[in-house]
T-cell receptor, first 115, second 113 residues
Framework: KAGVTQTPRYLIKTRGQQVTLSCSPI?????VSWYQQTPGQGLQFLFE???????NKGNFPGRFSGRQFSNSRSEMNVSTLELGDSALYLC??????????????FGSGTRLTVV | GESVGLHLPTLSVQEGDNSIINCAYS??????FIWYKQESGKGPQFIID?????DKRQGQRVTVLLNKTVKHLSLQIAATQPGDSAVYFC????????????FGSGTRLLVRP
């Protein structure tokens, strides 16, 4: 059974550029959440998608956006990149909202470096 | 809080000893708790979970204890091995409309050979 797949694994971008990260959840999982991990702020919730709809959003500026496709794959986009956006971006999939399962399974993340 | 800085609390244990990692959670209405292990360069890996209607749950070499009275969660690792060295996070799930996970600040476990 394939896990959560995030692509790309590493990215280097310049300030002002935009970036799109991809997440393919575990087959059958319908909920995808995104988290940002930095040494200073830890793991912070970005947003959650379920059935192609954003269900919740964390305290991040509008430069951070996302979407989910009918096959549950999700993408997140960050526009007008800032140095502070450098982080590990993690995607987690779960069976569904409110489901008790074997946790929310995380991918290996995309390491974004903004220079 | 949710911040994990360069100065993570560190627990250093001798190989073969038992480890206990503690976590205080913030919301008495949280219904589900998860412990994750994160190794360098990897995403968090599920270890064990527990629902709020339980006090204890056991897995292979791991036990999670939940004390709702004081909003405290602990992870016990029996016979700690070098491969257990990692950062451990607890996460709570809120039962409001968000269902998002709120992560603790993390504890670094170092296993001395």
């Amino acid at each position: 059974k394939a896990g959560v797949t995030q692509t790309p694994r590493y990215l280097i971008k310049t300030r002002g550029q935009q970036v799109t990260l991809s997440c393919s959840p575990i087959s059958g999982h319908r909920s995808v959440s995104w988290y940002q991990q930095t040494p200073g702020q830890g793991l912070q919730f970005l947003f959650e998608y379920f059935s192609e709809t954003q269900r919740n959003k964390g305290n991040f500026p509008g430069r951070f956006s996302g979407r989910q496709f009918s096959n549950s794959r999700s993408e997140m986009n960050v526009s007008t990149l800032e140095l502070g956006d450098s982080a590990l971006y993690l995607c987690a999939s779960s069976l569904g909202r409110g489901a008790f399962n074997y946790g929310y399974t995380f991918g290996s993340g995309t390491r974004l470096t903004v220079v | 809080g949710e911040s994990v800085g360069l100065h993570l609390p560190t627990l250093s244990v001798q190989e073969g000893d038992n480890s206990i990692i503690n976590c205080a959670y913030s919301n008495s209405a949280s219904d589900y708790f998860i412990w994750y292990k994160q190794e360098s360069g990897k995403g968090p890996q599920f270890i064990i979970d527990i629902r709020s209607n339980m006090d204890k749950r056991q897995g292979q070499r791991v036990t999670v204890l939940l004390n709702k009275t004081v909003k405290h969660l602990s992870l016990q690792i029996a016979a700690t091995q070098p491969g257990d060295s990692a950062v451990y996070f607890c996460a709570e799930r809120r039962v409001d409309s968000s269902y998002k996970l709120i992560f603790g600040s993390g504890t670094r476990l170092l296993v001395r050979p």
